[in-house]
């Protein structure tokens, strides 16, 4: 019982992974952009933050609640550090995104996106095997 794929799958997963490499070098690029002048610049007003972690709150939260059965509200905390660091990906993710829009892509070199898509083709591949053997 093997994993047959078609020939547009290759093409949804490398798009995929694209869109990962692409994420994961804004996040990057976004933590620079926050602490480059030894001070906090937050891309996104700090509503929208709160806004963003109050989503991902009640979302992780009830996931936390419903999968993992945490009843006492000591259980929740999970839920609010998977929140926090959802939103603080976010947020570093946008922040990227203007960073590059600021400068250009004549910052980024090819190595980065070299690295970036490396990093999430072999964590892809690893995901990929974990979820075929059901780990």
């Known amino acids: 019982m093997g994993i047959k794929l078609k020939s547009n799958d ?4 490398l798009a ?3 869109g990962m490499a692409f994420i994961m070098v804004s996040v990057a690029y976004g933590i ?6 030894d001070s906090i610049i937050f891309p996104i007003e700090p509503y929208y933050i709160l806004f963003i972690f109050s989503i991902g709150f009640v979302l992780f939260s009830v996931f936390f609640e419903k999968e993992r059965g945490a009843i006492y509200p000591w259980s929740l905390l999970g839920g609010a550090i998977a929140s926090a660091i959802f939103s603080f990906i976010i947020t570093a993710a946008i922040g990227g995104m203007r960073f590059i829009s600021n400068n250009g892509f004549q910052l980024l070199s090819s190595d980065t996106w070299v ?3 490396s990093i999430c083709i072999i ?13």
């Open 115 to 117: 690295y970036a898509l």
């Open 16 to 18: 995929i992974v694209a």
């Open 32 to 37: 620079t952009y926050m602490f480059e002048d």
């Open 123 to 135: 964590l892809s591949m690893v995901l990929f095997n974990l979820a075929k053997h059901k780990l």
């Open 10 to 13: 290759f093409v949804k997963v």
